[in-house]
């Protein structure tokens, strides 16, 4: 697989931190945010291949978070991953480019196989 330039949003640090990790073992270059305004501040600035995001988040969620993405007609290819998923907020996601719609707990070897069903 093709190094990828991935931004991972999650309001979780130990989250956050855990899957930058996995995919920095990968040879992925990562990136991270706290939130979804500071996910969308640095995903103006930069050409992520990918962005995972949580759904749950203070400030803006991760619904309004992949709208405003899509809005901003940003190429990265999305993955939305939740502990607390409804088939609304599927379908919201998915309307607005999200390639994967993962439900936590997310191991190491979802996390790789999300990554090539987004990009084989």
């Known amino acids: ?43 103006s600035v930069t050409d992520y291949d990918l962005i995972i995001s949580d759904l749950h988040m203070p400030k803006m969620n991760g619904v309004e978070f992949i709208e405003k993405l899509d809005k901003s007609n940003h190429k990265a290819k999305k993955i939305v991953i939740t502990a607390f998923g409804s088939y609304k907020s599927y379908k919201d996601t998915a309307s607005h480019g999200t390639c994967l719609y993962l439900n936590k707990p997310v191991r190491a070897a979802d996390l790789e196989a999300a990554l090539y069903d987004c990009f084989k």
């Open 1 to 43: 697989m093709q190094k990828l330039k991935i931004l991972v949003v999650d309001d979780e640090e130990h989250t956050r931190l855990g899957y930058a990790e996995i995919l920095k073992m990968g040879g992925h270059e990562v990136d991270m945010a706290a939130d979804g305004m500071e996910g969308l501040a640095k995903a």
